[in-house]
């Protein structure tokens, strides 16, 4: 499980390596007493004159004046947390919301030494911490924030990072070739995704989902021997943990993706299928393999065919780690079978469904051919340099510049809702002549087949700022 086992990021060799009211008083008075005058005694055979009645006198006294409620005192941290954020260079919106977790985590990373140079960029990934709110038991979270160090060293051949949940360090490996130098904040931030991850809180993590129940393994051992054989198993999948991270990564920090290339989209497909929320559950969640598992289950997989989905996509993500499996599920298979449970049998005609599935094959990739779809696939892929130039030009038609793509094609990754499609790129900066390097990310509109907007995050300025 994520928990307790270490992460490799990214292999250069695969890669080229380079975000109270107190109540008004009640009125009061004084009653005046009634006064009587004293009778004389009546003599027998003698009629009494009549007596006045006795008159009731009062005392008038001013009504006092209703005490004024108190003002609400207003909550210091909006402000105190917007301020400090600018400091570092964020913004209210990037707190979403969240004032009071951002001072915490001010506190935890100022007050944390073995951050070194990095401190700083730590910063950048609060927008995710206030995304994961929900499942963060502060108390937990900061106490690792206030231990996490990292540490540069000589890593295996082809591993840029690597975080280590036992003793919550990131290593940052110190033999990177110049020319990939500006990888290195992607690096940075992928292995800061695990680290979020893996320590949101410690609670006992659900492996089993059965009958719509999830299940960690000593609420499963209660359970008679039937029902535990009828429970599906869901350990931690590959996927979402190394997929999620650069998943994570491209959404809230790089603009695009530069590994786990298929994983990655596979959450941008479930994204698209069923929106942020999901994907925010899947992720930060300690039940991710129980979330996974529900949304197969759900779509009407059996056990066998989840098992054999999650193998497949296991292997997709590490194939080092895991033998290809005995029944191999396209990946498009999967992204379209929940589709159909999901939204209906749309897909066909769904532009930016069916980009997902283009970018899962690449430019001229074969892959799609083990796809049960292959044929419709067929029709839609890059299945020649042609093709994929002709949709270049019209992503690019607009653009000032001209970029110089790493990876092919832009891979698709969900922001605010819109679909976007980003790429590491090198480029020139019209204005200044500078030779850039970072990533290009593009708002297309499939339907019109038009550039909606663009933006670009030059890297090497990043690494002076925060590494230099």
């Given at each position: 499980m994520k928990?307790?086992?270490?992460?490799?990021?990214?292999?250069?060799?695969?890669?080229?390596?380079?975000?109270?009211?107190?109540?008004?008083?009640?009125?009061?008075?004084?009653?005046?007493t009634n006064t009587q005058t004293a009778q004389p005694e009546e003599t027998p055979g003698q009629t009494a004159e009549p007596t006045e009645e006795p008159t009731e006198t009062r005392t008038e006294e001013p009504t006092p004046e209703p005490t004024a409620t108190p003002a609400p005192t207003e909550d210091p941290s909006p402000a105190m947390a917007i301020a400090l954020a600018a400091e570092h260079g964020l913004t209210e919106e990037d707190l979403h919301g969240e004032y009071a977790l951002f001072l915490r985590f001010s506190k935890a990373v100022e007050g944390n030494s073995a951050l070194g140079k990095y401190k700083e960029f730590m910063y950048l990934i609060f927008p995710v911490v206030a995304d994961a709110s929900p499942y963060i038991d502060p108390d937990c979270f900061f106490d690792t924030l206030a231990?996490?160090?990292f540490n540069e060293c000589v890593l295996d051949t082809g591993i840029a990072g690597m975080y280590t949940a036992g003793v919550?360090?990131?290593?940052?490996?110190?033999?990177?070739?110049?020319?990939?130098?500006?990888?290195?904040?992607?690096?940075?931030?992928?292995?800061?995704?695990?680290?979020?991850?893996?320590?949101?809180?410690?609670?006992?993590?659900?492996?089993?989902?059965?009958?719509?129940?999830?299940?960690?393994?000593?609420e499963l051992e209660e359970l008679p021997e039937e029902e535990r054989e009828q429970a599906v198993a869901c350990y931690e999948p590959d996927v979402v943990t190394e997929g999620g991270a650069e998943y994570f990564t491209a959404k809230y920090f790089a603009g695009a993706e530069r590994a786990y290339f298929i994983p990655s989209q596979f959450l941008a497909g479930v994204e698209y299928i069923f929106g942020e929320e999901k994907i925010k559950e899947l992720f930060f969640s300690r039940d991710s393999g129980a979330v996974l598992a529900e949304l197969f289950l759900e779509a009407g997989y059996s056990k066998e065919k989840f098992y054999n989905a999650n193998q497949t996509l296991s292997f997709l993500t590490n194939s080092a780690s895991h033998g290809e499996p005995s029944v191999y599920i396209a990946p498009e298979d999967m992204l379209i079978d929940l589709y159909e449970s999901k939204l209906g049998g749309g897909w066909k005609t769904d532009e930016g469904f069916l980009y997902i599935l283009k970018a899962l094959n690449g430019v001229c990739g074969e892959e799609y051919r083990r796809s049960e779809h292959a044929?419709?696939?067929?029709?839609?892929?890059?299945?020649?340099?042609?093709?994929?130039?002709?949709?270049?030009?019209?992503?690019?038609?607009?653009?000032?510049?001209?970029?110089?793509?790493?990876?092919?094609?832009?891979?698709?990754?969900?922001?605010?809702?819109?679909?976007?499609?980003?790429?590491?790129?090198?480029?020139?900066?019209?204005?200044?002549?500078?030779?850039?390097?970072?990533?290009?990310?593009?708002?297309?509109?499939?339907?019109?087949?038009?550039?909606?907007?663009?933006?670009?995050?030059d890297f090497d300025a990043m690494m002076n700022r925060y590494f230099g």
């Open positions: 928990r307790i086992i270490v992460f490799l990021l990214i292999s250069l060799m695969l890669l080229s390596m380079a975000s109270a009211c107190s109540p008004k008083p009640a009125d009061s008075g004084t009653d005046a231990s996490l160090r919550n360090v990131v290593d940052i490996s110190t033999e990177i070739d110049s020319y990939d130098s500006y990888h290195v904040p992607e690096v940075v931030f992928h292995e800061l995704m695990h680290f979020v991850d893996f320590n949101v809180n410690n609670e006992i993590p659900a492996i089993y989902v059965l009958n719509g129940r999830r299940l960690n393994t000593f044929d419709f696939l067929r029709s839609i892929e890059f299945r020649t340099w042609a093709q994929y130039d002709a949709f270049k030009e019209k992503l690019f038609v607009e653009l000032p510049f001209q970029p110089d793509l790493r990876y092919l094609p832009p891979t698709p990754f969900i922001r605010g809702g819109r679909l976007l499609l980003g790429a590491f790129a090198e480029w020139t900066d019209p204005e200044t002549q500078e030779h850039i390097r970072g990533t290009l990310t593009v708002d297309y509109d499939f339907g019109s087949e038009t550039m909606l907007g663009y933006e670009t995050a």
